[in-house]
Antibody
């Protein structure tokens, strides 16, 4: 079965760092893009960035490349993608989803989604 | 404010047909395909329609998609109670807004 399994919920304080994960299984991890999508409480889906684990080609949304300090990476040896923050803010409180592209092209839609990781940032 | 524009809500009664619109611009919908996602509250999104009008395996044919110019639509016929969910359109964007952009989402209520 093709699936993405994300790491568990996190509760952090402002200024702390965090790295959440997304492990793929049931398919060749290096042949598909992995995207990260944010959903703030009661709000819609926001694309953050996307990585091709085969060569680590990474693209970020301009909304997340400037003020928000995030980084997307992947370790193909363990079929896992990561989303990390160097300094969390209260406004990073959200559910974060990883999603796999349907094909090898970066423009392919996302057909497999992780279950989501809830991140709460509060002092 | 989302790059793609959707109505915040639509509603219908069981058996009815409803449509959800998604408006964009030349850099996204105008030059790339549109995908639709369904999100039942409390669950992860699910791919509903890809490449403007393609239904992935398992998606009922009550769901259909179309695109014209810089706009797209999702139609749901024979509305059922389990269709109550949030629906999002998405498209690749060739401009600095990209790479991927989502609509703000539309909440479908089945009365």
């Amino acid at each position: 079965e093709v699936q993405l399994v994300q790491s568990g919920a996190e509760v952090k304080k402002p200024g702390e760092s965090l790295k959440i994960s997304c492990k793929g299984s049931g398919y060749i991890f290096t042949n598909y893009w992995i995207a990260w999508v944010r959903q703030m409480p009661g709000k819609g889906l926001e694309f953050m960035g996307i990585i091709f684990p085969g060569d680590s080609d990474t693209r970020y949304s301009p909304s997340f490349q400037g003020q928000v300090t995030i980084s997307i990476s992947a370790d193909k040896s363990i079929s896992t993608a990561y989303l990390q923050w160097s300094s969390l803010r209260a406004s990073d409180t959200a559910m974060y989803y990883c999603a796999r592209s349907m094909g090898i092209e970066v423009v392919d839609p996302f057909d497999i989604w992780g279950q989501g990781t809830r991140v709460t940032v509060s002092s | 404010q989302s790059v793609l524009t959707q109505p915040p809500s639509v509603s219908g009664t069981p058996g009815q047909r409803v449509t959800i619109s998604c408006s964009g611009r030349s850099s996204n919908i105008g030059s790339n395909t549109v995908n639709w996602y369904q999100q039942v509250p409390g669950t992860a999104p699910k791919l509903l329609i890809s490449s403007n009008n393609q239904r992935p395996s398992g998606v009922p044919d009550r769901f259909s998609g179309s695109k014209s110019g810089t706009s797209a639509s999702l139609a749901i016929s024979g509305l059922q109670s389990e269709d109550e969910a949030d629906y999002y359109c998405a498209s690749w964007d060739d401009s600095l807004n990209g790479p991927w952009v989502f609509g703000g989402g539309t909440k479908l209520t089945v009365l």
